[in-house]
T-cell receptor
């Protein structure tokens, strides 16, 4: 099956620093990747859609200058949390869509997630 | 009305029983339907996808889709304690910008 990796799996940082999270599709090409955030005991919340070679599309209420997304290749998207604060502590999960699966059959596969703790 | 609705549960079933998870959606133009399983503290894992009316079986799992009634269900036969997790229903439709819209999830507990 399709594999999506994320790095790092967890990170602890000081308030005010920036943290970069990488998301890679290992055995398929992903023109579209998605970034989600999940707080404990809550549902997945879509933050942004990342399209290869173009600017990301952010969901309402998500600050694009705080959560920088770069989708430089068909297998790599990065999320940078800038000037992180304790309220940014969460579980960040990326998802990649396998576009070669066929129109209307595109399936999203999730990475293992990155736990961010901002002190 | 929420776009994708699921009973939050928890749904408790004894080991070996059939667990039935249901999901309804609001957009009649929805095209693709997915079931994900999420263990506590982990990311979602794809279990099944279904695109046309009827049943689709994969091992102990059967997905059922009824577009006329706008519901999709997941049956888990011979439930095991390891099936205990939150099950997320997801729907993709052009109206949603071709993005997946997730239900809040149903917590399943399989008791041994």
């Amino acid at each position: 099956g399709a594999v999506v990796s994320q790095h790092p799996s967890w990170v602890i940082c000081k308030s005010g620093t920036s943290v970069k999270i990488e998301c890679r599709s290992l055995d398929f090409q992903a023109t579209t990747m998605f970034w989600y955030r999940q707080f404990p005991k809550q549902s997945l919340m879509l933050m942004a859609t990342s399209n290869e070679g173009s600017k990301a599309t952010y969901e309402q209420g998500v600050e694009k200058d705080k959560f920088l997304i770069n989708h430089a290749s068909l297998t790599l998207s990065t999320l940078t949390v800038t000037s992180a604060h304790p309220e940014d502590s969460s579980f960040y999960i990326c998802s990649a869509r396998d576009f070669l699966a066929g129109i209307g059959r595109e399936t999203q596969y999730f990475g293992p997630g990155t736990r961010l703790l901002v002190l | 009305q929420k776009e994708v609705e699921q009973n939050s549960g928890p749904l408790s079933v004894p080991e070996g029983a059939i667990a039935s998870l249901n999901c309804t959606y609001s957009d009649r133009g929805s095209q693709s339907f997915f079931w994900y399983r999420q263990y506590s503290g982990k990311s979602p894992e794809l279990i099944m996808s279904i695109y046309s009316n009827g049943d689709k079986e994969d091992g102990r799992f059967t997905a059922q889709l009824n577009k006329a009634s706008q519901y999709v269900s997941l049956l888990i036969r011979d439930s095991q304690p390891s099936d205990s997790a939150t099950y997320l229903c997801a729907v993709k439709a052009w109206e949603y910008g071709n993005k997946l819209v997730f239900g809040a999830g149903t917590i399943l507990r399989v008791k041994s």
